[in-house]
């Protein structure tokens, strides 16, 4: 039994009019990550993507050569990343042509990304300090009850009714990006649930992204969730472990002339927990991680990611769920493509395939 892997994908590759309006004509995630530039020695920015290139979502021909290579490397699903704002769709066109169009023929499911939209800015004080000037927001995530909940599952019937629908128990499989701030998900699981049923579909299996540093999960299944998705992401940026372990390495100091780094290899050691041999419980493996090409001095970051090191991380997730059932045998792969997060397993000019190659061959040894 080869465990299966379901991995985040991000559809902000192609210009929508909300952007072009928020953030210039014709903007995309390139738009951020051709710009990033080193900000200390020995920091590698900007990353650039080989085989898949600076691709454009609206085109066929990327989303099948995504999939294939995706299929080449053991990814199991895409999970597209979804966003939908009391009725307003942001980034929808990518997936829903994936829906209308069969193609590619790959597994997928979808995260809701229930998260409101923000632009952040910046001052300086003139001594090399920053501090948060002005956030604006762009667009708020909004929970409009019953009618919006059904106007939410008949926008998407058409995906749930694909047979390329990835299913977890013979459910169909969907992900609530942010649980602590959905104020009513008893009554937005129950609605969808009723809605399936008289559709003719099976139950949904609800999961919670829960990307925090805790060793206590139990609230979501109470809250009534199938299962969570533990990322622990953030948990080498954490001051516990600067003040202890010295994983941390800040360069000068945050928000002060550099960002935060930790190096891989360290990081490795910690995004690891007991937690993920549970059954309920679905572990997440992360490639690499930088967040500078969105929020440059701002952002966090791993250094030397290097596929060596990320195939250990995944032998490690690996062997916590060796003796799960075979059903519940799934992690998550954050991400397929966050480039603008330096987070992804596509492609790049310094490694090419190797990162997804390493994948392959720890899923092949399992």
């Known amino acids: 039994m080869i465990p299966k892997v379901i991995a985040f994908y991000l559809p902000q590759f192609h210009p929508m009019p909300e952007n072009d309006n928020w953030w210039g004509k014709g903007f995309t995630e390139w738009t951020n990550v051709a710009k990033a530039k080193p900000l200390f020695r020995g920091h590698k920015q900007p990353h650039i993507p080989a085989d898949l290139g600076f691709y454009d979502l609206r085109l066929p021909a990327s989303r099948i050569a995504q999939a294939e290579m995706a299929r080449e490397f053991g990814i199991s699903a895409f999970c597209y990343w979804h966003y939908w704002f009391n009725g307003k769709k942001l980034l929808n066109f990518p997936f829903e042509e994936v829906v209308r169009t069969k193609q590619p023929d790959f597994p997928f499911c ?10 952040k800015q910046w001052t300086s004080s003139g001594s090399g300090h920053f501090s948060l000037a002005r956030t604006t927001l762009l667009i708020e995530q909004t929970y409009g009850g019953v009618q919006d909940y059904t106007n939410h599952f008949m926008d998407l019937l058409s995906a749930f009714k694909d047979n390329r629908y990835f299913k977890v128990h013979n459910r169909l499989l969907f992900v609530i990006f942010d649980p602590d701030s959905f104020p009513d998900f008893s009554l ?70 550099g960002p935060l780094v ?27 991680w930088d967040h500078t090409p969105r929020s440059g001095r701002f952002g966090r970051l791993f250094k030397n990611c290097t ?47 190797a990162f997804g190659l390493a994948l392959n061959s720890e899923l092949h040894n399992a």
């Open 307 to 353: 596929p060596e090191y990320f195939a250990k991380h995944v032998r490690t997730i690996l062997s916590r769920i060796k003796n799960k059932s075979a059903e519940n045998q799934i992690v998550f792969l954050k991400s397929w493509n966050e480039w603008g997060e330096g987070n992804y397993l596509e492609p790049d000019l310094e490694y090419g395939k």
């Open 110 to 119: 979808l995260a809701w990304a229930n998260h409101s939209w923000y632009n």
């Open 262 to 288: 930790v190096d891989y290899k360290k990081a490795v050691s910690v995004m690891d927990t007991p937690l993920f041999e549970r059954e309920d419980i679905f572990p997440t493996i992360i490639p690499n």
């Open 188 to 257: 937005f699981k129950e609605t969808w649930n009723s809605l399936a049923k008289q559709n003719g579909l099976s139950d949904f299996y609800f999961v919670a992204h829960v990307f925090k540093d805790t060793e206590d999960v139990s609230q979501y299944r109470e809250m009534g969730y199938d299962a969570v998705n533990l990322s622990l992401h953030a948990k080498p940026f954490g001051n516990n472990l600067f003040k202890t372990n010295g994983l941390i390495a800040r360069i000068k100091s945050h928000f002060t002339t």
